[in-house]
Structure formats: structure tokens, C-alpha cells
């Protein structure tokens, strides 16, 4: 009897262990990718995506400044982004997180009174999307790990 309780609880604890070990994780490195912007529909009062055209421009310039961001997100809840463009030295941030569900807080200061907001849509084991909420302009911000 003392056997079967004893490989009873060793089952579950295995079984747990396998979902924990299944679970996708935020900590990593990260870069970013892609970065969809939105505007607000005045019709309708609703964040929609830029135009196409518009979203070619935005790309562009991205491109033409060369920026380029590295996040890593630490299992202690600190992070530290890197952010590089042409001709100028790397910006670097370092600072706390905390994640409760989806909603990913990173104390970004407040802006004319506004919280940022991070709301982690997608996250596999190789892409993280975000809807990231900044000065009431929602941007789509994709990464991918490194």
C-alpha cells in the first residue's frame, strides 16, 4: 500500500513537471522583427492598421536608420534592451518586469500621464507578438528568439 501511495505521488509530480516543462517562457533573448502601427479610425473611433503605403514608409525609415533592438527578459524579472541605429552607440536599458497573465509590465515611465501597456498576444517557443499601447497608439511589435 505504502508502494502504490508512494508511486502515486511520483506520477503526479511527473505529470506536473511535464506541463511545466511544456510551458513557453518569456525569459530569453529576444530581437525584434516586424513593428505593425496602427491609427485610429475616426469613423469608428477604433485602432486600425496603417495603409499599406504608409506601413512601406515606416519600414523604410526603420531600415534606412538601421535600428535594431535586442531584449532579454531575465528568470530574476529584470530585463535589458539594447537599441542600435547607424552611426550612433547602442542605447542600453536595463530595468525590472512583471508579468501577470498576459499583461507584461516593464515600468516604463509615465507619459504625459499614460501607462504603457504590454499585452503579450502570441508566444511560442520562437515568436513573441505584442499589442503594445503607447501614448494611446497601438503598435504590434514582433520578436523572435535568439
Known amino acids: 500500500m505504502k508502494a502504490l501511495r508512494i508511486l502515486l505521488i511520483s506520477g503526479i509530480f511527473c505529470f506536473i513537471l511535464s506541463f511545466k516543462s511544456t510551458a513557453q517562457s518569456v525569459v530569453g533573448k529576444w530581437t525584434r522583427n516586424t513593428t505593425r502601427v496602427f491609427t485610429l479610425d475616426k469613423a469608428t473611433g477604433k485602432q486600425v492598421p ?21 531584449l532579454e527578459l531575465k528568470s530574476n524579472n529584470t ?12 542605447r542600453v536599458h536595463d530595468g525590472k518586469y512583471t508579468l501577470q497573465g498576459k499583461e507584461l509590465d516593464m515600468n516604463i515611465p509615465l507619459v504625459k500621464g ?24 497601438l503598435v504590434e511589435v514582433f520578436y523572435t528568439r535568439i
Open 79 to 90: 530585463y535589458t534592451s539594447i537599441v542600435t541605429t547607424t552611426g550612433e552607440a547602442p
Open 50 to 70: 496603417l495603409s499599406d503605403e504608409a506601413q512601406k514608409q515606416y519600414n523604410d525609415a526603420v531600415a534606412k536608420n538601421g535600428y535594431s533592438e535586442t
Open 114 to 137: 499614460e501607462k504603457t501597456t504590454i499585452t503579450i498576444v502570441s508566444l511560442t517557443n520562437k515568436e513573441m507578438v505584442w499589442d503594445l499601447l503607447f501614448m494611446g497608439r
